[in-house]
């Protein structure tokens, strides 16, 4: 073989070597799994991790590692909104977590597109009895959801700016809470409140103003669907809120405040009250131990005495249909809602448990909890947007007709006639 | 039929014509990859009923095309992608030639320049996070800028600078322009460093003003990059997407509303994966046009 021969092969083989290397990068290359290997690994998406005490989830996902010697779980945890992202592209190419922790404003959508498992089959083929648990997401009467813990959004109040104001107790109806919020911003040095009406993450819309309607027995649905129009107890919500923003009771720059941006002009002392999760005391206690506030039931319509709607979130959780484990996935899912794990994950969040057997003991060691645990049994838990289509678009389709009547541009009639025809379209 | 068999000089010269296309095969293989399968994905859902969330898709045709063109909100995140896209583009360039003109001026020493050099480079050097939480710092109610204007006596309560329709737009727009300049600087900068100084020299000479050597020697000498780089920028400056949902997430109300958001807001927060793909191929096919005469300026200029 001549030397021009040798390079000419030398040159090919460099050739066909880079070809091999690109096909195997670009289509992946998965290594024989071992034989003797039995340990099966299933990955669990969650915003929780970041939310609970540092090493707290880790710390219960090893003890079900330890007693599941074959399970193996990959935590992928990040902030709420990525989480959400990333379900979502993961339901679209068949690549979400096996577990995933859900928001109930996600579940109609991800159970449309066949992302999402039975879970009454998942907790069969786990032997736990479902009678344990405190509720169930359904869609066409298939479960898909469980609410591992549930937060209230109570009233907070910064009770010091509260008796700067002259005001020595919280609201419990709208006159009051109308004059708290400006008797506190004619202090000077804060605003009677915040709200959040961002449409990054239009959940202000739920949380603080839905709630508001909520919490004197209103709804926003009839019979499952929108009644926006000609709805008395939503008017009254929107018109009593756009009073407050014209008295500039209400922080400035609402439009482009997000729910933790609310949260930081509380806690900062800029915000005399919010409607807030429960989920954040620990958050405030810690980056302002001083802060003198104070939680309370949300003031409901003046004259109104019934039972009032307490809005929630849920950490809720399911298990994807393409999950390859899906009897690792229903035993992960059955140890977290198992009475000791569900209370001790009730307890780290301060939440109240998903598993009826549950008695969460984070109750008795603050009076603020107590309190928190009296405002739950006092009503009902009520978020009408879970379960519904496209629930974040509803919000942002309720939330920028809403800015718009804020700021003048339309009238609450006109507004709430918007937002009815844009959500009748996804349903 | 009879098979006649190669003769081994034409099977050498068949294996020497497709050595370089092996050698160029793992480039071709990736660019088909990452670059043709995704964007055929998506031009392919722009054609049928909601992909990902319905299991079944249809072809539609242009449908969703006369869907989003007609869509009031694509109109008006039109309009504002063009406004934004003018007004930075524009205040990129008069901004960084200013500075760099400024920073080529022979009465900066050398350490001076170099420490304005990095002065101004700074918002080029952070990320869009940054930019965006500092800017919502400066532009807050209680930020900043609003207690300078204060302080100054030029307003009397403080400006919802992101917050109001009336001026979201334009706050995000500084922002973008702040954000951006430095590219235009430094290019620019390199540009004017190139310019022969027997030009400047010769029109001294002539007696030419300092008016008349800007538009007569500068701006011809620094044409090709002008041309180039704002091509480029309205590229870029079109496609604006995270420092815009940072700061304003495409509100108040519709204000700051741009087709990236808009699209973004199709795909995660309607679930319409086919009407966001549309507003994706509209983009992609204006980008494209651009990208044509950016490539033809190139051919010209070499």
């Known amino acids: 073989m001549g030397n021009s021969s040798k390079r000419l092969l030398k040159s090919r083989k460099v050739a066909i070597l880079a070809l091999i290397s690109t096909a195997a990068m670009a289509f992946g290359y998965t290594a024989p799994a071992h034989a003797a290997s039995k340990v099966v690994t299933i990955s669990f998406s969650q915003w929780w991790e970041p939310e609970l005490p540092a090493g707290a989830l880790k710390g219960i996902i090893s003890t079900f590692e330890s007693q599941n010697p074959g399970i193996k779980v990959t935590l992928v945890s990040g902030p709420y909104s990525a989480t959400k992202s990333q379900t979502i592209a993961g339901a679209a190419t068949g690549t979400m977590s096996d577990v995933v922790g859900l928001d109930g404003a996600w579940v109609s959508d991800l159970a449309k597109q066949g992302a999402l498992a039975n879970l009454d089959n998942a907790f069969t083929r786990a032997k736990f009895p479902t009678s344990q648990l405190a509720a169930k997401i359904k869609i066409s009467n298939t479960t898909y959801m469980v609410p591992v813990v549930n937060y209230i959004y109570p009233l907070f109040t910064n009770d010091d700016l509260l008796k700067k104001a002259g005001i020595t107790s919280a609201p419990t109806n709208r006159s009051e809470f109308a004059a708290a919020a400006k008797a506190v911003s004619a202090t000077g040095t804060a605003k009677g409140w915040v709200i959040p009406l961002s449409q990054t993450n239009p959940n202000g819309i739920q949380n603080d103003i839905m709630s508001l309607v909520w919490a004197s027995g209103g709804s926003m649905l009839k019979g499952g669907k929108p009644n926006l129009t000609g709805n008395a107890a939503v008017k009254s919500v929107i018109t009593f ?187 | 039929m009879s098979l006649t068999a190669r003769k081994p000089s034409e099977e050498k010269s068949i294996r020497t014509r497709l050595e370089p296309y092996l050698f160029l095969s793992p480039t071709f293989l990736l660019l088909v990859v990452l670059m043709v399968v995704p964007v055929g994905l998506v031009i392919q859902y722009s054609f049928l009923d909601n992909v990902i969330m319905n299991q079944f898709p249809k072809f539609v045709g242009l449908h969703n095309y006369l869907t989003v063109i007609k869509d009031p909100i694509f109109q008006i995140a039109l309009k504002n992608t063009f406004w934004f896209t003018a007004g930075s583009v524009l205040a990129h360039l008069i901004i960084g030639l200013g500075f760099a003109i400024l920073l080529n001026s022979p009465h900066l020493g050398k350490i ?64 973008n322009i702040w954000a951006g300049y430095p590219f235009y600087m430094m290019s620019l900068l390199a540009g004017i460093q190139g310019i022969s100084k027997d030009l400047y020299e010769a029109a001294r000479v002539d007696g030419a003003s300092w008016r008349q050597a800007f538009f007569n020697i500068t701006v011809p000498q620094l044409k090709p990059i002008i041309l180039s780089m704002t091509v480029l920028d309205i590229i870029w400056t079109s496609q604006q997407f995270a420092m815009v949902w940072m700061t304003t997430g495409g509100g108040p109300i519709t204000s700051t509303q741009m087709i990236g958001i808009y699209t973004y807001q199709q795909a995660f927060g309607r679930y319409e994966f086919s009407l966001a793909s549309t507003s994706a191929v509209l983009l992609l096919v204006a980008s494209m046009v651009l990208s044509i005469i950016y490539g033809r300026l190139q051919n010209r200029q070499d």
């Open chain 2, 112 to 175: 001076s320049r170099s420490i304005f050099r990095m002065i101004y480079i700074l918002p080029w050097i952070f990320t869009v996070a940054i930019i965006a939480i500092l800017w919502r710092m400066i532009l807050d109610p209680v930020g900043v800028l609003n207690y300078a204007l204060i302080k100054l006596g030029l307003i009397h309560t403080g400006v919802q600078w992101l917050s109001s329709p009336k001026t979201a737009l334009l706050a995000v727009t500084v922002i």
């Open chain 1, 241 to 427: 809120v756009k009073g407050m923003w014209d008295a500039g009771s209400i922080t400035p720059g609402a439009f482009t405040l997000s729910e933790p941006d609310k949260v930081t002009e509380f806690t900062n002392g800029r915000a005399g009250m919010m409607i807030d999760s429960l989920s954040h005391i620990t958050q405030i206690k810690t980056a302002q131990p001083n802060l003198n506030f104070s939680i309370h039931a949300l003031p409901v319509a003046d004259g109104y005495a019934g039972k009032g709607g307490i809005p929630y979130a849920s950490w809720g959780i399911g298990v994807a249909k393409s999950s390859k484990h899906p009897l690792e996935a229903a035993k992960l899912l059955s140890y977290l809602m198992s009475t000791s794990v569900n209370t001790k994950l009730a307890d780290l969040g301060h939440a109240f448990p998903g598993n009826t057997l549950s008695v969460p003991t984070w109750v008795n060691t603050d009076p603020m909890f107590k309190t928190a645990f009296n405002i739950y049994q006092s009503g009902y838990p009520a978020n009408e947007f879970t379960g519904l289509p496209k629930a974040e678009d509803l919000m942002l389709k309720f939330d920028t007709p809403f800015q718009s009547y804020l700021s003048g541009s339309i009238s609450a009639d006109a507004m709430l006639a918007a937002a009815q025809k844009d959500w009748l379209a996804d349903f």
